[in-house]
């Protein structure tokens, strides 16, 4: 099987919603995870790189159970530097590292877009892998096509 990087992406997280518990608080384990878990909306935008260049800006709807899993649903927009738009959704999990304020992450992208010059997106879905550093608020995915 072979794999190829058809671009990265790096966000910063530019805003939380969160529905009555401190997301900064259980991500770094000074508070348990309430037993119904918790859910933070998560505003993020940065750069995308590779063979897709342009913005991605988008909301990652994050949840926390209670034992401890994150489940990622992110949906946003990319906008190209040539002004087109691809349609971005990722679901995915993270894992956070022991004694580390870093949150391994794996996703399964999709992207759909009309635009002919990047028609090639929609033929099958792309996974991604990186890490979320919760001591910067930063976010870094390397994107692949199977």
Do not use: C
């Amino acid at each position: 099987m072979s794999y190829e990087k058809i671009f990265e992406y790096d966000l910063d997280i530019t805003g939380v919603t969160d529905y009555g518990a401190d997301m900064e608080a259980i991500l770094t384990g000074r508070e348990s995870v309430p037993l119904q878990g918790a859910q933070f909306d998560l505003s993020l935008a940065g750069p995308v790189k590779g063979r897709v260049t342009g913005t991605l800006r988008g909301v990652d709807y994050l949840r926390v159970r209670p034992d401890g899993r994150r489940e990622l649903e992110l949906r946003g927009t990319i906008e190209t530097d040539d002004g087109s738009r691809i349609a971005f959704s990722a679901e995915g999990v993270g894992s956070p590292r022991d004694g580390e304020p870093i949150v391994e992450l794996a996703v399964k992208i999709d992207l759909l877009t009309a635009v002919a010059a990047y028609s090639w997106v929609n033929a099958k879905p792309a996974w991604g892998s990186g890490y979320a550093n919760l001591a910067t608020n930063k976010i870094h995915i390397d994107v692949y096509l199977h």
